[in-house]
Each structure stands twice: as C-alpha cells, then as structure tokens.
C-alpha cells in the first residue's frame, strides 16, 4: 500500500510556530545579539565578541546586585515559607470562617504590584503614613529613604504581606487532602503535636511546598516594581536589586551591550537555581519514597 | 484489658437531635466483657463505626456514659483510654521506615529501645514483613500498607481493647483468611477484648465469640453464629445472616398454626395473635421442595453453588429460596414446598415473638 504524502500538515504547526517566534525567540535572541555588539548610536552595530559578558563578569555593580538579590530571596523565603505552613495549619478547616479566612487571604494576591509599592510607600511615610507616623510618634527614628536597614525591612514586609498568602494557601490545599483517619491514627498511637507535624502534615505538604517555594524564589528573584515604587533602589544603591540595576543600565544608560550581557546572566542564574531548587526537592520526596 | 460498659449510650452528628431518627447510633445499653472477640456487623452507614469511634473516645457521645472496668471514661481523650484501633483505609506514616512504623506506638508511650525492637520483630513475624522492615513504607502497596497498621495496631500488649474498622477491606482474599486467622491467635494467646467492625458475615462469624448485629443505629442482635441462625430476633438478622438469606413471609398467625393465603402451615410452637405486621420467617435450610405435601410452588431458577443448590422459586407471587442437598434430585413435577415447623419463627413488626409450648 502506498502512503499518500501530504506535506501540507505543516502549515498546522505553523500558528504556534509564529507565536512561539515573537513571544520568545525573537526577543531573546534580539538580546543576544544585543550582548554581543557595541553601538554609538545611529542604529550602527559593531561586533564585540564576548567583551560584554567579560566585563560584566569582572563588575563589583553586577556583583554587589546579585548578592543583594540572593539575601532578599533568600530573607524573604525564610520567613514566608514558615509563616505560610502556620498560617495554614492554623486556618478553620471547613465552614463559613474557613471560606472567611480564605478569601481574606487572596486579597493581597489580588492587588496589582504597582499599587502595592505605593500603599507601602504612603504607608511608611512619616509625615502622612500611618505607619512611619506611628513609628516616628513611638520615638523610633524610621526612615526608609535614608536608613539602608529600614529600607531593607519595608521591602521584606511588604513581600511578605504580599505573598505569604500563596504560601499558605497552598499549603492549606495540601492539609485539606489529609484524610481524618491519618489523625484519628495519631491520636491512637499518641503521637504529639509536633509529631503529626512532622510524619503525617509536612510529608503530605510536600509536593505543594515545593511548587510554593520554586514560584516565590523565581518571583522574589525577578521583582522590580514593588521596591521601584517604594525605595527607586535607594538608599544609595541598598536596595538595587538585580531587574532595577538591569532597567538603570538598559534604559537609563542606554548601554545595550553589557545590558544585554546582564539580562543573560541573569536569565541563566534564575534557570540554574530554580533546577537546582527541584531536583533537590524532587530527590528529596524520592529518596522517602 | 477491660470490661466496657456502655450506659445508654446514643450519638447524634447534629447539633440538636429532636426525633430518634436524628441519631446515628440510637440508645444503648451493653457489657463487653473483658476477654471476648465480638464482631459489629451491620451494613454501611448503620453506625457501627460511630459505635468504635466513641469507644475509643475519637467521637464524643451525644448521651450516656462509657465505662472502662467501672471508670467512667466517658470524656477522657482517646490517649488515656489506652485502645488500639485499626481502620478500614490504611494509615501509615509515610516517610518512616516499616520498622519505625511499628515503633511509633511504643516510642511515643517512651518504651526503651531494647522492648521496642523485640515488640517490632515479633510483630513483623506475625504479619511477614521481616524483609521490608527497612524499606521506607511510601510505595508499598495497599495490603503491605494495611498490614503494617494492623501490626501498629497490635503492638502495644498492655491495651484495653482492640478496635478493628473493617481492617481487611483492601486486602486480597488469600491474605485475609490468614490474617484473620492470626488475630484469632492473637486473641487466644493475648486475651485482649476485640471489637472487629465488618459488613461481611463470613468475616463476623468466623472470628467473634459473640456476634452484634446492628440495623439502622441499632443493636438489633447480640448471640451466639448459632443463636443467629437459629433465632434471629429481627427480620433483618435473618436477612442479613445466611446465604441466601432467611424468607419472610407475610402470614396471619393463630395458636400453632399461620395462615398464608389461606393455607395452612404448621408452627413448632402457639402464638396469641400477635399485633401489627405479621411474618414469618424461615431459613431456606429448613424448607423443602416435595411432590405430594405443602403448599403450592412454582420453581424458577436452580443454582447449583457446589456444596447445594439454590432453588428460587415463586410462592403465593412472592420469591422464595430453598436449599437443597447437593445430591437432591429437583425434578419438574416437585411444586410444593414443606417447612420445618420447629425452624419457622414468627415476627410482629420484624420482632421475633416469642411462643408458648405447643
């Protein structure tokens, strides 16, 4: 029997193809080519081979981004990680106030990154915030566009108000698929409180953590318009983390090279962590198993 | 090892019960003695687990009193009433080990090491599971899970009493006659009260001294295999109880006689007129099939099981089950069927009532 062929299949493929091909490739491969020129201007290119990477990778500014990044994602996942497993285990299980609590929970979720930023910068203000007020009133010298510290902490309260719900939320999905029967068992074999924790919640949270803590490292990791609003990178360069100095470079200085170099790095490192954080993670859940 | 008394226990999963119907488990009142293996047998949802959840204090009583040994433990937490209950899904901690499993009990009562491990051998012999006492117990499949919570469950020698929620639900039918088997050992050798929960007769009659029958939130029968066969108090147990079940036959009843569409069947003993709906009920092991006597029958159907046949068989427009020995020849011409009279019992309401000496 003969095969009829019938090429023609392929124009299917071809909607995706193009999707695929403005969305992605063609941007990205735009700041590849961008990182491997140099330009004065006039739309004229010069070949620079890998310069750009070279010199980002010898620049403290990079590096200094960078390690700032690292602590805030790592600052921030310490606390929201714990926070959102208590929070959740002490949420209602059923009824009216679970649903209560719940949406309670999401409504930070809801609010666009932007209005967050300003809430908190209003918020802190100590001529007309409520909080930098009360604080200032209370005798405590708070005063985030000056002091690195406060600075820093009003970013990781603020992320921490922001996305701590996902954590728990998550985690509450993993508690709710427990069945009763695992406690009743508890209760018979007169395991303590921290003991259900710790053989019958935490493993079934498990899988659900893994999924909330990967999102919460990659968003931390990328953030840029919450600490743009509240802080534009300041005190000095304190809170310049790695998207802000990236924007400063690309746009400010309008250095396309080694901004370019930067955004590369910086999409690799983001790859790299997040594979490391699920192999682990997944290992991990296997090596139990 | 204790004797539990329940004192007009009844339970209600709603806030404020108003009619009988509200209850899940209605009142009651009964002596486990210490020592026995009974059975709770009952179809699903007729409260049987309510029952073992109260008696290990997982659930809190709307009613009545609880009574360990004459203590009343009615609402002491479920760890001081020291039980070992054992669920119809299995619940094992997943990221220990199968041996850490077994342990768990003994650990968290704070037993030295040195029992601990002997306990875990022992139990891991019985169930055997020797081999796999180092694998982690995720991955394993559902009746190697099950049995480890069985072995959990079993642990401990010092408990109360055992509770079994239908235990060998998951597990392949090889296995459960020999795990039932060895909790039979178990109890002979340990003396432990055991409540075993199932809907399966089999299972309830083989391993129980004592059988409780329950039926819609209560107990309708508590006896002996033999007591349950012979004389069951409700039509339900005589349904509930043999295979096939026992026929109930609408009937009019007078002295030693009933009457069933006018015919007359012999009773073993003298009735007053009983009140309400009358039946009456016989084993299909106590009827038989004839040519000449009784009354009239039309066969259907004959199921050869083996050991006998099943005749199902039509009378007076109702269904009918005979038992007939496997050698018994069934012949087209047999469309009578005779009954036992000493076997034929009489029910008022599905109440058995008792007779006089004829």
Redesign the interface.
Known sequence: MNKTVNQKAWFLVLPVLILVAFSAVIPLMTVVNYSVQDTFGQNEFFWAGLIWFEDMLASDRMWDALGRQLMFSGIILAIQAPLGIFVALNMPKSGIWSSVCLVLMSLPLLIPWNVVGTIWQIFGRADIGLLGYTLDALGINYNYTQDTLDAWVTLIVMDVWHWTSLVALLAFAGLKSIPDAYYQAAKIDQASRWKVFRYIELPKMTGVLTIAILLRFMDSFKIYTEPFVVTGGGPGNSTTLLSIDLVKMALGQFDLGPAAAFSIMYFLVILLVSWVFYTVMTNLDKQEG | MAKITLDNLAHSYLPNPASEADFALKELNHDWEDGAAYALLGSSGCGKSTLL?II???LQPSQGRILFDGEDVTHA???ERN???V???P?V????TVQDNLA??LR??GRDEGYVAQRVQDIAHMIGMEGVLRR?A??LTADAKQKI?LG??MVREDVNALLFDEPLTVIDPHMKWELRTQLKTLHRDFGHTMIYVTHDQTEALTFADKVVVMYDGRVVQIGTPEELFERPEHTFVGYFIGSPGMNVIPAQVQGNRAVVNGSDIPLGQAYRPPEGKVEIGVRPEYARLSQTEGLPVQVRRVEDVGRHKIIRADFFGQDINIIAGEDDHVSADMNRVTFDADHVNVYANDWRVQGEAA
């Open positions: 959840n290990s204090g997982l937490p479920t760890t039980i070992a209950q669920f119809q899904f619940v901690y997943d990221t220990m768990f009990p968290n009562r982690k995720q991955g919570s959990r469950g």
